[in-house]
């Protein structure tokens, strides 16, 4: 048993060197200027960089979209599996495997071809407007339209975690026996009993939107991944110091999602 703590322990600190070594490195280069010494100038300078703020916000938009759409995707697919088309099941699994084999490159050119396809040959139909909106420069829909098939393997696996852990059968029968619908058995029944999954498959997926630079930049939109590398040509310590800040915001959401999902666990004891 010493052993086995020993080698726990061991394990853990050579996986906290790993994460922490790179990030105080990261954080030395931003603070150690030479021949001035320490200075916080390249942090302080972060909120008044041009598109900072849009970028960032644009970033959450699409989180916040992708995020709503690929729950109201995967979420009635999922209960569906549990509750009678548990014959679809390895259907469903490929597919949402399916973006982990397909490499970014070779899926944004697919969408950059049907983008450049759909004015030459829709040009005279009503999906012409359609075409043009989702590639609006101040909300490009397409990438939450990518984003949510990129993000699809991490959801599925998050709610199929939580949905092994309810008897999704048995709250849909009692919620119909007291008279609530199939809607509402999902929202009044179900959904509760998954908010641990719905939290992690929406935080996967935060951090996917947040930290994905192939896809938006090959189609010539600037989120704010975008907008870290095109800073780092020209001001390399403020595009760490952005880097460094962004990964302690995303730390900080983790813990926030841990703690609210400890207090949801043990809300449902008492």
Not at 41 to 62: C, N
Not at 195 to 214: H, I, K, P, Q, Y
Not at 220 to 246: R, T
């Amino acid at each position: 048993m010493a052993r086995l703590t020993l080698w726990r322990w061991g394990v853990l600190g050579l996986a906290g060197l790993y994460f922490l070594v790179p990030l105080a490195a990261s954080v030395v280069f931003t603070v150690d200027v030479p021949g001035q010494g320490i200075t916080f100038d390249a942090y302080t300078q972060i909120f008044a960089t041009e598109g900072f703020l849009s970028s960032l916000l644009l970033s959450l938009g699409l989180a916040a979209a992708t995020i709503a759409l690929v729950l109201l995707l995967t979420v009635p697919a999922t209960v569906a599996l549990r509750l009678g088309a548990a014959r679809l099941r390895p259907v469903v699994e490929v597919v949402c495997s399916l973006p982990l084999v397909v490499p970014p490159i070779a899926f944004v050119a697919g969408i950059g071809t049907v983008l450049k396809w759909g004015p030459e040959h829709l040009s005279r139909t009503p999906l012409f407007q359609t075409f043009v909106a989702i590639q609006n420069p101040d909300f490009p829909f397409v990438l939450v339209l990518a984003y949510v098939v990129m993000a699809l393997p991490f959801v599925y696996r998050a709610l199929d975690a939580g949905l092994r852990a309810v008897d999704v059968r048995t709250l849909v029968e009692a919620a119909r026996s007291c008279g609530a619908s199939r809607p509402q058995a999902l929202v009044q029944a179900v959904l509760p009993n998954l908010r641990g999954a719905l939290l992690n498959a929406s935080f996967l997926t935060l951090a996917l939107v947040l930290g994905e630079f192939t896809v938006a930049q090959l189609l010539g939109f600037q989120p704010f991944a975008v907008w870290i590398v095109n800073v780092s040509g020209s001001q390399a310590q403020l595009s760490v110091a952005v880097s460094v800040l962004s990964l302690l915001v995303t730390w900080l959401l983790l813990l926030t999602l841990a703690g609210f999902g400890g207090r949801t666990r043990r809300g449902n004891h008492v």
